[in-house]
């Protein structure tokens, strides 16, 4: 069975600093993918990156990057230059690799407040 | 291209009631699927269907039957909802090919259960 932990509740970071979201995932199953998604106070899950196991390089996608360590099974979100529209939920979540399921399991999140 | 729609948006129930969510997608995905979410967690997954004309139960499927009337349309039924299936309701759909399969979420479903 797969399980993603998310270990820091909650987070404050001051307004253009960066800051690291952790998410540690344990699978027997050498092909998988990691997602993050952001959870603004509207509710509404949004895609912010995605990395996938045998990927050689670490995913960016503009202020997001994706610090993938295969070996310690962690796939920390960094955010660079924070915004205040930073402030939200984050969830890691991994895909199942079976074919015809590929559904996500969620970690518990990390409530990010970004400071003026 | 809307996307993957959910109506209705809030709906409180009484206990032992029933209803339908519903949930439709535009982007021609094979892949649906129905989570739910707890106050201060993740999503769980409820039931998904690969493909049309099929489901199949998730991690939490007890209290549930889904429908997945043709490819667009992926529904969730409660027969008598409890006040343990309070909580906000997503369905996504992905179409199972590509490099990612990433998933598009619907808006929710706030539901309470008095």
């Known amino acids: 069975a797969q399980k993603i932990t998310q270990t820091q509740p909650g987070m404050f970071v001051q307004e253009k600093e960066a800051v690291t979201l952790d998410c540690t995932y344990d699978?027997?199953?050498?092909?998988?993918?990691l997602f993050w998604y952001k959870q603004p106070s509207s509710g509404e899950m949004i895609f912010l990156i995605y990395?996938?196991?045998?990927?050689?390089q670490n995913a960016t996608e503009g202020r997001y990057s994706l610090n993938f360590q295969k070996a310690r099974k962690s796939a920390n979100l960094v955010i660079s230059a924070s915004q205040l529209g930073d402030s939200a939920m984050y969830f890691c979540?991994?895909?199942?690799?079976?074919?015809?399921?590929?559904?996500?399991?969620f970690g518990s999140g990390t409530r990010l407040q970004v400071q003026p | 291209n809307a996307g993957v729609t959910q109506t209705p948006k809030f709906q409180v129930l009484k206990t032992g009631q029933s209803m339908t969510l519903q949930c439709a997608q535009d982007?021609?995905?094979?892949?649906m699927y129905w989570y739910r979410q707890d106050p201060g967690m993740g999503l769980r997954l409820i039931y998904y269907?690969?493909?049309?004309?099929?489901?199949d139960k998730g991690e939490v499927p007890n209290g549930y039957n889904v429908s997945r009337l043709n490819k667009r349309e992926f529904s969730l039924r409660l027969e008598s909802a409890a006040p343990s299936q309070t909580s906000v309701y997503f369905c996504?759909?992905?179409?199972?090919?590509?490099?990612?399969?990433?998933?598009?979420f619907g808006p929710g479903t706030r539901l309470t259960v008095t």
């Open positions: 996504a759909s992905s179409d199972g090919t590509g490099k990612t399969y990433e998933q598009y």
């Open positions: 979540a991994m895909r199942e690799p079976r074919a015809g399921r590929r559904a996500l399991t």
């Open positions: 269907s690969a493909s049309e004309g099929t489901t």
């Open positions: 699978t027997s199953d050498q092909s998988y993918g």
């Open positions: 990395q996938g196991s045998y990927d050689e």
């Open positions: 982007m021609n995905h094979n892949s």
